[in-house]
Structure formats: structure tokens, C-alpha cells
Antibody
Framework: QLELHESGPGLVKLSETLSLTCTVS??????????WAWIRQPPGKGLEYIGT???????FFNPSLKSRVTLSVDTTKNQFSLRLYSVTAADTAVYFC?????????????WGLGTLVTVSS | SYELTQPPSVSVSPGQTASITCSGD??????VSWYQQKPGQSPLLVIY???LRPSGIPERFSGSNSGNTATLTISGTHTMDEADYYC?????????FGGGTKLTVL
């Protein structure tokens, strides 16, 4: 059974960098069938796509966040990571990591439990 | 940028059929997925490739997509189906989510 688990600081200061890691168990992150994604959800609001990355280095981003986002994959640890720079209060959200099918439909079939990150001044 | 529009809320009586729409420009030319999210939980994939159900999703969940509108249909709605539902498509190498629809079963 695939499991994804987000980890990282729950509190980030204004203008600093948000860093999260997702640890994958039950499947290899090197699989060519899947990509690995980050999605966030501000409190009480809807889902917002951040970006997707393959173990081979291909990546896709939400255009509105692309300039502030870096994605990376560590196949030796079966982990992938998100860095979001210059955070503001609007970046306060639950951040989910997820598995995304490399297919014509790009559906997301497994999600982590999510981790709340609060941006503070 | 591409946008998907959903009604903020839909109400249905138990046992009746609920329909949740998702609208976007030429959406019928793209594949749509649907996710169910209950309070405090992660989203759950309930429909992918417009109309396919993942293993373990009840048959009462179905989907369609044509023209500018995709529709998630829940037949014989159960009280346990009360949740937020999100549509999602892939456009210009990025995922796009609809704003979400709160389904109330009462």
C-alpha cells in the first residue's frame, strides 16, 4: 500500500523560504509511470496546484507560482521536496504531496495527509 | 490561464441523484478527474479520465464530459457522500482545479 508523508516546519517567517519533504513508502519514486506532485489548500478554501516532478527531472508548475518554486527528487531516500521562496501570509495553507499518473489524464491517485504551514510575521 | 468553474453548493435528499458540474472552455477535449474531500481529510480520487472509477469507489459515482461541461453524478446519494468535490483537468502542462462544490445531503 502506497503511503506519502509530508514533513517540515509548521511555521515559516514572512519573506523566508518554506521547505517541505515528502517521504514515499510502498512504491519506488523512480517508477516511470508516475510523477510526484505538490498541492496546497489555504484554510477554508479550495485546492491549488503547485507543481509536479518526475524522478528523471521533468517538471511542471502552476504559472502563478513558478517563479518562487523549486522541486527536487532524491531517489536514494525515496523522497521529493518543495521549496517556496519569499513567502507571504497568502502562502499559509495545508500542503499535500501526492502521486500523479503520467498519462493523458494526469490524475492524482494517492495523497499524503497534508501538513499545515503558517506564515508568521 | 485556464479556469474551471463549479457551483459553490449542491443539496440533495438521501437516495436521490446529485449532479455536480464543472465548466471550462472546450473542457470536453480534456480529461477530467473528480476528488471527494471530507473535513480534515485528504482528497480522494473518485473519477478519472472523465468516467472511470478507481478500485473501491462505489458504482453510484459516475462521470461524463462533453462540450464545455463535465458532470459528476452520484446516484442514490448516501449521507456519507456529504463532502466537498473538486474537478481537475490538465492544461498547458499544469493541473487546474475547480473551486469546489459543497454537497449537502439532507
Amino acid at each position: 500500500q502506497l503511503e506519502l508523508h509530508e514533513s517540515g516546519p509548521g511555521l515559516v517567517k514572512l519573506s523566508e523560504t518554506l521547505s517541505l519533504t515528502c517521504t514515499v513508502s510502498g512504491d519506488s519514486i523512480s517508477s516511470t509511470r508516475f510523477y510526484w506532485a505538490w498541492i496546497r489548500q489555504p484554510p477554508g478554501k479550495g485546492l491549488e496546484y503547485i507543481g509536479t516532478m518526475s524522478s528523471g527531472g521533468s517538471s511542471f508548475f502552476n504559472p502563478s507560482l513558478k517563479s518562487r518554486v523549486t522541486l527536487s527528487v532524491d531517489t536514494t531516500k525515496n523522497q521529493f521536496s518543495l521549496r517556496l521562496y519569499s513567502v507571504t501570509a497568502a502562502d499559509t495553507a495545508v500542503y499535500f504531496c501526492a502521486r500523479q499518473h503520467y498519462s493523458t489524464s494526469w490524475e492524482i491517485d494517492y495523497w499524503g495527509l497534508g501538513t499545515l504551514v503558517t506564515v508568521s510575521s | 490561464s485556464y479556469e474551471l468553474t463549479q457551483p459553490p453548493s449542491v443539496s440533495v435528499s438521501p437516495g436521490q441523484t446529485a449532479s455536480i458540474t464543472c465548466s471550462g472552455d472546450e473542457l470536453g477535449n480534456k480529461y477530467v478527474s473528480w476528488y471527494q474531500q471530507k473535513p480534515g481529510q485528504s482528497p480522494l480520487l473518485v473519477i478519472y479520465q472523465d468516467a472511470l472509477r478507481p478500485s473501491g469507489i462505489p458504482e453510484r459515482f459516475s462521470g461524463s464530459n462533453s462540450g464545455n461541461t463535465a458532470t459528476l453524478t452520484i446516484s442514490g446519494t448516501h449521507t456519507m457522500d456529504e463532502a466537498d468535490y473538486y474537478c481537475q483537468a490538465w492544461d498547458s502542462s499544469a493541473a487546474v482545479f475547480g473551486g469546489g462544490t459543497k454537497l449537502t445531503v439532507l
